[in-house]
């Protein structure tokens, strides 16, 4: 099992940038792939970024590649989303969650939730 704790929301401009860091207890991040998911008011849950056991393979959703950068620091065991040009449409609860399997887009398919941060980008 892994326990997840994300960090780092917050109230930002549009054009502004955040750090999102989700810390994991328990096993090491290097036996789950990673997703960090959205909800935005009014929407379903969606996976914005997501990295591989491996870290060899990402993924990002359309509306924030080239603007959001997943990464980890095995040492911290903690994943980070580095979300760079902001725009009122990021606005969202922001999620890390973990499975035991590859890399995938279904959110039914994480087993571990964090307790979600908070995002909110202004025009």
């Known amino acids: 099992q892994v326990q997840l704790v994300e960090s780092g929301g917050g109230l930002v401009q549009a054009g502004g940038s955040l750090r999102l860091s989700c810390a994991a207890s328990?096993?090491?991040?290097?036996?789950?792939?990673i997703g960090w998911f959205r909800q935005a008011p009014r929407k379903e849950r969606e996976l914005v970024a997501g990295?591989?056991?491996?870290?060899?393979?990402?993924y990002y959703a359309d509306s924030v590649e080239g603007r959001f950068t997943i990464s980890t620091d095995n040492a911290k065991n903690t994943v980070y989303l580095q979300m760079n040009s902001l725009r009122p449409e990021d606005t969202g609860l922001y999620y890390c969650?973990?499975?035991?399997?590859?890399?995938?887009?279904?959110?039914?398919?994480?087993?571990?939730w964090g307790q979600g941060t908070q995002v909110t980008v202004s025009s």
């Open positions: 328990g096993r090491t991040f290097s036996s789950y792939a």
């Open positions: 969650a973990a499975r035991g399997g590859s890399l995938v887009t279904a959110t039914r398919f994480y087993d571990y």
């Open positions: 990295i591989s056991r491996s870290g060899s393979s990402t």
